[in-house]
């Protein structure tokens, strides 16, 4: 493409022969058509969000009614299990609101509609993430920011310039942890076609329910697990360990309470160049 | 239509499963994964300590596991199906057949529960007891009464879902009536959290509503809370609740019969 609309550059970001200016004002003509269409159907919207809500609740409720009765676990209180619940529903509200369309890889993949990204001269994964764009995970960082308003105050946290700018990495952090999860596992459909359902399973398990308590209640196995090979204890026990001012308690090593941000990062590193691998796999359906 | 078409149709759910096999598999994991999570939970916040309202950790843990794969069975998805045939129009097909269409949806949820669920949920209690000290029921009585709570449980079940299911005819969408049902019915039937955990509010309005059928009243009756003569007043509000949505269900239905909207028709 060459005729003036298109300014090109070089492509080491593998964005297309577009210069920034140009890839910025694509990316928020398409997520901005994805909110239209999405209103269209505005009651269906709110409940998408108010699901959204319903579905932290149940958790969160079962949380607080069970310590209400029993006070602390493992040593842990009410209030500090509580802000290991923020946490993760924080990185996960800024999942839901920016990635949660990496799900539909799968189905993209499967019903042969993956030949059409792949025909478009942008980046796949990111159109793959922007093109149906829906911004129901609100509901979900919303909840979040409400309920790290509460536990502060709970707490009684003094929120500081550089705490928040580290609690920030660490949502993004943990945000990227999910991503790449879920973008890696998604990733196997170019293999089998359950790849979606997997994804589901193993999180779903592990950031939905086992991330929201403090990973020593588990056993040295899915302690192990739950940092290095599903890393979604960097989501929200390990820098809760550090925001707590308690990582004289923290599993394996202190340092483990900073490294969220890193752990996000090269788990997205790998996840994407594992993505890389699938695509160029790819074969479209036959029909 | 006699016997033989109903049983036929209450096969069609095992079937539907030995061909997603591997989807089944995924989700018996996922039950198992919640047990183990439970497990561990429950383990921490007791923390050694004694018993709670009576009830210790090894009777906890029992309650929680036999909660979550009974959940497998007493959960039914026929509301789903009502909502689509409603919705493709399909309902007209169904009302013109020589069926009753809800003994219809009795036939396939039973052959749901007992010939698809029930040996699903069998295959994740018996990997769960890898790694959970199951309790046997509290006595020989218990355990009878347990069986004949639970498929009271499955009935109730039943009833409340096609309630659910019926919503449809008047608003063609379920979900978010759905969603607002399946919140109270996690913690009011007291699958999620025993009801002697919630505050005494809470355990009122429980009290009032059918959904405690659903886990509160035959796990009670499993870890021996509820004995003696209190098992047979237990049985008996779940046969009344069946008694009370069974009729509500009727006459819902014969409303809806005569509301019928087809889409695009």
Redesign the interface.
């Given at each position: 493409m060459t005729n003036d609309q298109f300014p090109m550059t070089n492509d080491r970001l593998g964005f297309g022969h577009w210069s920034l200016g140009f890839l910025l004002r694509v990316l928020g003509l398409v997520m901005l058509a994805g909110i239209k269409s999405r209103m269209e159907y505005r009651l269906d919207f709110i409940l998408r969000v108010v699901m959204a809500l319903v579905w932290n609740l149940t958790s969160l409720v079962f949380i607080w009614a069970v310590l209400a009765r029993f006070r602390s676990m493992a040593g842990w209180s009410l209030e500090e299990v509580f802000f290991i619940y923020t946490l993760r529903l924080l990185a996960h509200g800024c999942y839901c609101l920016l990635f949660h369309n990496v799900q539909v890889i799968s189905r993209y993949v499967r019903w042969g509609d993956f030949d059409r990204v792949l025909l478009r001269p942008l980046n796949p994964l990111l159109q793959l993430v922007i093109w149906e764009y829906d911004p129901a995970g609100i509901g979900d960082l919303g909840l979040g920011l409400i309920c790290f308003v509460v536990v502060s105050r709970l707490l009684e946290f003094h929120w500081t310039p550089p705490a928040i700018a580290f609690l920030l990495l660490v949502m993004a952090g943990g945000c990227l942890i999910e991503l790449s999860l879920f973008l890696l596992l998604n990733t196997l459909v170019f293999w089998t076609t359950e790849a979606g359902r997997l994804a589901w399973l193993v999180v779903g398990t592990f950031s939905d329910q086992f991330a929201l308590y403090p990973l020593d209640i588990y056993n040295a196995l899915l302690q192990f697990v739950m940092t290095f090979l599903v890393p979604v204890g960097f989501m929200s026990y390990y820098p809760a360990t550090l925001f707590l001012d308690r990582t004289e308690d923290t599993l394996f090593s202190p340092i483990f309470a900073y490294l969220t941000p890193v752990v996000g990062l090269v788990l997205f590193a790998l996840a994407y160049s594992f993505w890389q691998v699938g695509i160029n796999r790819y074969q479209s359906t036959g029909s | 239509m006699n016997l033989r078409g109903y049983l036929k149709l209450a096969q069609a759910p095992f079937q539907m499963r030995l061909a997603y096999r591997?989807?089944v598999l995924?989700?018996c994991?996922?039950v198992i994964?919640?047990i183990y999570?439970l497990k561990?939970?429950w383990?921490?916040?007791?923390?050694g300590g004694g018993a709670?309202e009576g009830i210790n950790l090894p009777m906890m843990v029992t309650y929680a596991t036999l909660a979550s794969i009974q959940g497998i069975v007493t959960t039914s998805y026929v509301h789903w199906g009502m909502q689509r045939r409603v919705r493709d129009g399909s309902i007209v097909i169904d009302l013109i057949r020589p069926y009753g269409f809800l003994r219809s949806l009795l036939a396939s949820s039973v052959g749901n529960s007992f010939l698809a669920d029930g040996p699903v949920a069998v295959f994740a209690l018996a990997v769960s007891l890898l790694f959970i000290n199951l309790q046997p029921p509290a006595s020989l009585a218990a355990g009878l009464a347990y069986l004949a709570s639970l498929i009271l449980a499955i009935a109730v079940g039943f009833f409340l879902y096609v309630l659910v299911g019926l919503v449809a005819f008047w608003t063609l969408?379920l979900?978010?009536f759905n969603?607002?049902f399946e919140?109270l019915s996690?913690?009011l039937s007291g699958g999620?959290?025993p009801l002697w955990?919630?505050?005494p509010w809470v355990r009122r309005i429980a009290e009032l509503l059918p959904f405690q059928s659903l886990a509160h009243l035959p796990l009670s009756i499993y870890i021996g809370k509820i004995e003696g003569a209190a098992i047979w007043m237990a049985l008996l509000k779940q046969v009344a609740w069946i008694g009370v949505l069974s009729a509500i269900v009727w006459l819902i239905w014969k409303a809806a019969e005569r509301k019928v909207i087809v889409q695009g028709g």
């Open positions: - | 591997t989807a995924l989700d994991l996922g994964l919640r999570l561990v939970f383990t921490a916040v007791y923390g709670v969408e979900f978010g969603n607002i919140f996690l913690f999620l959290i955990f919630l505050p």
